[in-house]
């Protein structure tokens, strides 16, 4: 079986990762084509097929496939041209999301009902965005955890490193999901830096082979501690043998113990509210972040290890042929489950997010005294 798959960004190595352990771990034949390959400037990626310089060998690849995997949501002909959609002629379609549904849609809820509702085969990885996809298949998003950059290195000698590669720079109270509370953040690893507790490592704008190197001598790595999502950057620094930081509300953790079948998860699991007293703990103890770091890189090879993982993608392209049924049916059993799902969990986010505001308001009518 042969499988393109269609990108307009890079969608931060995902689908890069899917493929290449598709081509090396299974029977099938991958290619992906991104239109945009600098999308993200100077955050690059590996890219197969860049559309601007291989559009010939990416129709080439188009024409030969059995399934067209398409990642996100966009149009097709104003993305790679008009009648675009026509090569596929009867090859069987799959889309796959990584982000919710209202980083296209904001707020059109004509729009969300369409993207989430369409008559597309669907998976979606097994992190926050999967609440908003009850038609989609949960996905693992792939790691090469035995890719010589993944590996385990010790950390550098010194002041410890916490390293922290947030992809933008929003706040952690004005938007849901497009976000890792970067200022926040940075408020409370710069306080620690200041006191001589460690060194800042704020990876932006990188290249991602040249993130993973940096990564390296890293003592502790912060993932998000804000939306109750983790990301890919999590993965790999578990990967990396790192304590690794984050906050992953109920619905995540469930999600991510029906993939993998393990009953503890590695991340260190706390709200940014928290984090200072166990970033203390870690930073003051070499021998505590080392037996971390080595569960962390365990439970990496024994629960998310690239072939098991990469098994769920050839298992859902087997399906489109063998048992497309099992496809467009809601994994919600009904309206109780969707609101735990999804809607509880910004009732706790929203009341977070007032509490810091009120307190913004209280430090203010201080300083005017």
């Not at 919710?100 to 004509?110: E, F, I, R, T, V």
């Not at 008559?119 to 792939?142: D, K, T």
């Not at 993608?313 to 109780?336: H, I, M, W």
Request: hydrophobic share 40%; proline share 5%; aromatic share 10%.
């Amino acid at each position: 079986m042969k499988v393109v798959h269609l990108s307009n960004t890079p969608v931060a190595g995902s689908p890069g990762n899917i493929v290449s352990a598709l081509n090396r771990l299974t029977d099938i034949r991958a290619r992906h084509v991104v239109f945009n390959a600098a999308a993200y400037r100077t955050r690059t990626f590996a890219i197969d097929l860049d559309w601007r310089t291989q559009q010939q060998e990416a129709l080439d690849a188009i024409a030969e496939a059995d399934v067209i995997h398409i990642h996100q949501y966009f149009s097709f002909d104003e993305t790679f041209g008009a009648n675009f959609a026509q090569r596929f002629g009867d090859k069987r379609l799959i889309r796959q999301y990584h982000s919710a549904p209202d980083l296209w849609a904001n707020g059109d809820a004509g729009l969300i009902e369409r993207i989430v509702r369409e008559g597309v085969p669907q998976l979606v990885i097994a992190q926050g965005p999967e609440r908003f996809y009850p038609y989609a298949r949960v996905v693992p998003n792939v790691v090469p955890i035995d890719d010589p950059r993944y590996l385990p290195h010790p950390e550098a000698d010194g002041t410890p490193i916490v390293t922290f590669s947030p992809s933008g720079r929003a706040s952690a109270w004005k938007a849901r999901w497009e976000t890792k509370g970067v200022p926040q953040t940075l408020a409370l690893l710069r306080k620690l830096e200041r006191e001589g507790l460690c060194r800042l490592q704020l990876i932006v704008d990188t290249p991602h082979d040249q993130c993973l190197l940096l990564k390296r001598h890293a003592a502790v790595a912060i993932d998000e501690c804000v939306t109750g999502n983790y990301h890919l950057s999590g993965l790999e620094a578990l990967a990396q043998g790192k304590p690794t930081l984050g906050y992953l509300d109920q619905r995540v953790q469930s999600q991510l113990r029906r993939l993998t079948g393990a009953t503890d998860l590695p991340w260190v699991d706390v709200r940014l509210e928290e984090a200072e007293a166990p970033l203390r703990a870690l930073l003051a103890d070499r021998t505590l972040r080392e037996e971390i770091g080595a569960a962390s890189r365990r439970w990496m090879e024994t629960h998310y290890a690239e072939r098991a993982m990469i098994e769920h993608y050839r298992r859902a392209y087997l399906d489109l042929f063998e048992a497309p049924q099992q496809f467009g049916v809601s994994r919600f059993t009904g309206e109780a489950d969707e609101w735990r799902a999804r809607v509880c969990p910004d009732y706790n986010w929203t009341a977070r997010r007032h509490l810091h505001a009120g307190w913004r308001d209280r430090l203010r009518m201080w300083m005017k005294g």
